[in-house]
DNA sequence: GCATTATGTTTACAGTGATAACATGTCCGA
DNA sequence: TCGGACATGTTATCACTGTAAACATAATGC
C-alpha cells in the first residue's frame, strides 16, 4: 500500500506520463464498474477500456488482477468500515452502537453487492484478521473493541473471539444470503435485525437444556 | 453412474458416438470436478472433457452452462438436506439436534467449498425459500419445523420467519468467513458453535438494555 | 427400407487473462 | 546539451473460455 488515494496526493506532478497516474485511474474505474452493478464479470479489459488504454498496460502496475481486486478490495473494506464507525456514531454508542454497525454492514453488502463479494473473495490470506495491513484492519478492530464492551469479563479471550465470530458471522450470513438472493433485500429485515436484541453468552460446555 | 460396457473411444468413434447416458455423466463429472477442489474454475470443456466427448455435445442436453450448474445445484441442495438430517437424527432431535443441522450445513460448506459455492450463487430465483422445487425444499422445510418448535408460541409467523432467517444466516455465515478463509477452518470453531445454547427470544421493539 | 429425429462433431467467433517483443516518453548523469 | 537508462504504453500472440452454425452419425418410427 504504498501510494494511492486520489490522484490529488501526487506530491510529484511532473511524473505525470502518458496518462498521468494511470495505477490510480485503473482503480477508479474497476471500483465504478463494481459499484455500476456489472458483477462478478469484471475484466481487467474492460477496466483498460473504460480507462481508454490497452489491456495490457495494466500489468505495468499490477503484476496480474488479483492484485488489481486485491486493491480494491482494501479500498472497499476502508469504505465499509468507515460506514460503520459512522453508524456507531450515529446510534449513540453502546449496544445499540454495535448492532448498528451491524446493520451499516449488511447495507453495504446489499448497496454493493459486487464489490462486496470481490472483498470477501480477494481478501488476502489469513482475511480481516491477518494483521500485514494496518488500515484495513480498523472494521475488525471496532468490533473487537465493541464485543470486548459487551461480553461478560468471565468469558476471557476465548469468548470474545467467540462473539466475534458469531456475530460477524451473523450480519455476514444475512449479506450473503441477501446478495445470492436466498432471502428477500428488504430494509425490513434489516430493521428487524437492527431492532432485535443480540446476546452474546460464551456457554461453550453447557448441555443445554 | 450408467456406464455402458463400450469405453468411449475418442481415436476410433465407431461404437461410442452415441454415449449411453451423457446428460447424467456430465452431472456426475461436474459434481466430481467440483468435489475435487477445482474451485469456481469449473468450465464447461473441463466436463466435456472429462467425459470424453466434444465441447458442444454439453449444448443437447443444457441450454447452457448455467443450467447445467443449476442442477448440480440442486443434487448438493439434496446431499446437504440429506447430512443435515443424519445429523439431527444421531443427535436425537430436540435443540441439540437443531443445532446439529447448523454444524452439519458448515461441515457441509467446508467439505465442498466449490459445490457450495455454486449451490449458492446458482440457486433459482427466489433460492432455497422458493417453492418451485419439491426435494430440495427438504432442508428449508426442516429448518422451519425447527423453528417453529423451539420458538415460543406468542413470536408467530413472523418470529417463525425471524427465527429462521437469523439462525440460517448465522451458519451460513460462519460457513462463508470459512470459506473465504476470512476465518480459520478449525473444527473446534463448530464444536463451540455446536456446544454454544443459541437462544431465539423474539425482542423486535424492545428498547434493549 | 427409408425419412425423421436425437445426439455428437467440427468449425468458427468473440471474449478473457497473460507473456513477449516492441515503441515511446521521461529522467538523470556526463 | 546530450544520451543512455528506465518507466510506461502498445502490438502481436497464445491458451483458454462459452456459444452458435453447419455437418455427421446413430436410433427410431412409418
Chains 1, 2 share one sequence.
Not at 497516474?21 to 481487467?44: I, Q
Not at 445470492?180 to 433485500?185: E, L, S, T
Not at 430494509?187 to 437444556?209: C, G
Request: glycine share 10%; hydrophobic share 45%.
Amino acid at each position: 500500500m504504498s501510494d494511492n488515494a486520489n490522484s490529488v496526493n501526487m506530491t510529484a506532478p511532473s511524473r505525470g506520463y502518458h496518462h498521468g497516474d494511470l495505477r490510480a485511474a485503473l482503480l477508479d474505474a474497476g471500483l465504478d464498474l463494481l459499484k455500476s452493478g456489472s458483477a462478478e464479470t469484471l475484466s481487467l479489459r474492460e477496466v483498460a477500456r473504460r480507462v481508454g488504454v490497452s489491456p495490457t498496460a495494466v500489468y505495468r502496475h499490477f503484476p496480474d488482477k488479483a492484485a488489481l481486486l486485491k486493491e480494491l478490495c482494501i479500498r472497499g473494506a476502508l469504505e465499509l468500515a468507515q460506514a460503520q464507525a459512522q453508524a456507531m456514531k450515529a446510534a449513540g454508542g453502546g449496544r445499540k452502537g454495535f448492532v448498528a454497525t451491524g446493520a451499516a454492514y449488511i447495507r453495504y453488502a446489499v448497496a454493493n453487492p459486487a464489490l462486496f463479494r470481490i472483498m470477501m473473495a480477494n481478501m488476502p490470506p489469513g482475511g480481516f484478521f491477518s494483521s500485514d495491513f494496518s488500515d484495513d484492519q480498523v472494521g475488525i478492530k471496532m468490533l473487537r473493541d465493541n464485543i470486548i464492551s459487551l461480553v461478560p469479563k468471565e468469558a476471557g479471550e476465548k469468548g470474545v473471539l467467540f462473539g466475534m465470530l458469531m456475530s460477524w458471522a451473523q450480519v455476514h450470513g444475512l449479506s450473503m444470503l441477501m446478495l445470492d438472493g436466498q432471502i428477500p433485500v428488504s430494509e425490513e429485515t434489516i430493521k428487524a435485525f437492527e431492532s432485535s436484541q443480540m446476546e452474546f453468552r460464551f456457554v461453550p460446555d453447557q448441555p443445554s437444556e
